[in-house]
């Protein structure tokens, strides 16, 4: 493995070594008893891992899209008025989906860096009707925290469904989704929850089933339809045999190796975990004389960090070399400031070491570029955080 980088990237991410055991074990059958209770088991441990004890899990072949689609194909309506909190390009996204099924949807768009404004989202929800309201837990383009608590409260408020997208936060921002009332948090399975790409993961709440059930027209998506896939579900949380659509199999048997870790590490412990090592980023790039996309350390991530290329430096000369130094960063992702800064992804299996090695690779990388700050400043910034 001379060749090997260490993969920082928001999604997907390093993985544990047993959760890559699992993916590379004999393929079983969809029906063998033991997968029917590996199957069982993963759709307990995503209520734990999203603090929704009685919600109801899906999980489905596809990535985070399909996640996204499935919950705007089974909550949307034509005519249906939705409200979208984007704080970056995954927000822009709901906007088109739910379009595609027909809902009328109104756009508060935060400025690029800034998270949302819940008191305008307050004043748009007086001003008007609305059936439901998406928000990014995490934007991976912009690497803004909403906070998903006040979102989920204004929903139940105004007594409206309510979609976050976790794909990058679930299981590395802290998260209570029945407590906090919100109807569906979905993620996928590249990110913290730390499985190779593959899996769209969802919990919907008893709530939003009901409101799914009384809905005038057949969904609009064969494969997403809810129908297909809640007596699947069932069947496996009974370890009963049951098809509609061939699962996953070696994904499904990663993802619950994964669950279980991260439950026996602890919820609370995780997130703190993931907030140390955020902080320790952000220290250490502010360290460097590098300014960040998140307007405040208030609504910046913990499981990424976008930093912006210091003045004379292009993504195209430093990101190269800092994957010379070892580690795989990844590039700017949202259109209006593409070229204007860099993606470190660091949730699920993220240490203090995989920290330090990247905060060493950036400096490398940074003083090939030209930039001039003093050798080390960033590593003992990292240190001083992370000792705090
Ligand atoms: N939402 C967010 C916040 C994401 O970060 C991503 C992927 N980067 C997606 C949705 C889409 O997920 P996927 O690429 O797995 O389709």
Redesign the pocket.
């Known amino acids: 493995m001379k060749d090997r980088t260490l993969l920082m990237i928001?999604?997907p991410i390093e993985f544990e070594p047993a959760v890559l055991q699992a993916l590379g074990a004999p393929t079983m059958s969809h029906l063998d008893p033991v997968f029917l209770d590996t199957f069982g088991s993963a759709l307990e441990g995503m209520r734990k891992v999203w603090g929704a004890p009685s919600g109801q899990p899906f999980l489905l072949v596809?990535?985070?899209?399909?996640?996204?689609d499935c919950a705007g194909a089974n909550l949307v309506e034509p005519g249906d008025r939705a409200l979208v909190l984007s704080t970056?390009?995954?927000g822009d996204?709901f906007e088109d989906l739910l379009t595609r099924y027909g809902a009328a949807v109104d756009v508060i768009r935060a400025p690029i860096g800034e998270t949302v404004d819940f008191e305008e989202v307050e004043r748009a929800l007086e001003a008007r009707e609305y059936k439901l309201m998406t928000a990014?837990?995490?934007?991976?383009?912009t690497g803004v925290r909403v906070d998903p608590q006040r979102f989920g409260k204004m929903g139940r408020n105004h007594d409206m469904f309510t979609i976050l997208?976790?794909?990058?936060?679930v299981a590395g921002e802290e998260l209570q989704q029945e407590e906090w009332g919100i109807d569906i948090v979905?993620?996928?399975?590249?990110?913290a929850i730390g499985v190779p790409?593959g899996l769209?993961l969802l919990v919907v709440s008893q709530r939003a089933l009901g409101g799914w059930g009384k809905r005038r027209i057949p969904v609009a998506n064969y494969y997403a339809d809810w129908n297909q896939w809640l007596p699947i579900m069932a069947s496996y949380e009974k370890r009963i045999p049951s098809y509609f659509g061939t699962p996953a199999v070696n994904l499904v048997c990663a993802l619950n190796v994964s669950l279980a870790q991260i439950l026996e590490e602890g919820m609370d412990r995780r997130v703190a975990r993931h907030r140390t090592i955020g902080r320790a980023f952000r220290a250490a790039i502010a360290a460097l004389g590098l300014s960040q996309v998140s307007t405040s350390e208030d609504h910046a991530a913990n499981t990424m960090t976008a930093p912006r290329y210091p003045n004379g430096v292009r993504g195209k000369d430093l990101l190269p070399r800092i994957r010379q130094a070892g580690v795989t960063l990844a590039g700017g992702?949202h259109p209006k400031i593409r070229s204007e800064y860099f993606r470190i992804g660091h949730m699920g299996a993220v240490t203090a070491g995989d920290l330090l090695t990247t905060v060493g690779a950036i400096e490398t990388g940074l003083r090939a570029c030209g930039h001039q700050f003093e050798p080390g400043v960033g590593l003992a910034a990292a240190q001083a955080s992370l000792n705090a």
């Open positions: 928001p999604g596809g990535s985070g899209t399909f996640a996204m970056g390009v995954f996204r990014t837990h995490v934007d991976t383009s997208d976790g794909v990058c936060s979905l993620t996928a399975s590249q990110k790409p769209a992702l």
